[in-house]
């Protein structure tokens, strides 16, 4: 076929799922970020900040997609809008974007940031596709251990998620880069939902960890917000096939992670 396509953040946890499933469509792969590092995965690796707007011009030179996964805890509006604007000089064809899923609920820094990235995108003149992701398997498993570290676990009441699995997640972003521009789809979430507090036991059972619990409350608008199940996506969405429990089945015994 000969296209080529940017990814950026290509080397992180989901970029380096996807990056295999569009080399093996036959495009050309660039991969974006600010550590180059050869991933013996024979796609070409180049340094650029989102951030700070160095090297991005050259990245996407001769550039006909940009699918972009790169992204922190803060700071992912001012990337993107960067990103955007060389998309724009360089005449991108395609930017497909990864968001999240209530983006425009939650009002917490690191949703008020990812709603900035997706409004750069969708305002821009470029053909965009966004998709916004639900809690992906190990973000959730995170969330629990990090709250099994304290000697009392504390459940915070209301509090659910849909987690999806990453290699959902890398199938669909694959899909939709290798498709036509199609604006916002529809969110991608996992098969259940579940209460923080289910995933939380099965976190300690999985890992044979025992800690009593105690109901949390959350404050403000952001408990009122997730005891209304407003981050959920109840209709409408895509869902992904891998549960949370063959991913819970995967970490067994593993006390670490
Ligand atoms: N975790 C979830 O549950 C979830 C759900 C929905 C959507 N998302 C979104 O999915 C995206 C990817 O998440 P992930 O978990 O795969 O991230 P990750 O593993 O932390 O990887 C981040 C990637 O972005 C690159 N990067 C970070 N800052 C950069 C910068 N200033 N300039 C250029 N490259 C930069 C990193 O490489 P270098 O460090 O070398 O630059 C790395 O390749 C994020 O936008 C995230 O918000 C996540």
Do not use: C
Not at 61 to 87: F, M, S, Y
């Amino acid at each position: 076929m000969g296209s080529t396509m940017v990814v950026t953040g290509g080397t992180g946890t989901r970029g380096r799922l996807v990056v295999p499933l569009v080399v093996e469509a036959g495009w050309q792969v660039r991969v974006l970020s600010r550590h180059p590092k050869d991933l013996g995965d024979g796609v070409e690796h180049v340094a650029a900040d989102l951030m700070q707007g160095d090297g991005i011009d050259e990245a996407l030179e001769g550039v006909d997609v940009v699918l972009h996964l790169a992204g922190g805890p803060k700071g992912d509006d001012i990337g993107t809008q960067n990103l955007v604007r060389a998309a724009e000089r360089a005449g991108v064809k395609h930017l497909v974007h990864i968001s999240v899923t209530a983006v425009d609920q939650l009002p917490l820094t690191y949703f008020k940031s990812k709603l900035g990235a997706e409004q750069a995108v969708r305002e821009s003149s470029v053909p965009w596709t966004v998709l916004r992701v639900a809690q992906v398997h190990d973000f959730a498993w995170n969330t629990v251990r990090a709250m099994a570290k304290l000697p009392v676990l504390p459940v915070p009441g209301g509090v659910r998620f849909q987690p999806v699995d990453t290699r959902d997640v890398a199938a669909r972003l694959a899909e939709l880069a290798l498709g036509e521009p199609s604006g916002l789809v529809p969110d991608l979430v996992g098969p259940k939902v579940y209460s923080l507090g289910e995933l939380a036991r099965d976190y300690l059972r999985a890992t044979g960890k025992h800690r009593l619990s105690m109901p949390v409350r959350v404050p403000g608008q952001v408990g009122k917000v997730y005891r209304a199940g407003g981050n959920l996506t109840l209709s409408g969405a895509s869902t992904g096939t891998r549960t949370w429990e063959a991913f819970v089945a995967d970490h067994e015994g593993h006390t670490g992670r």
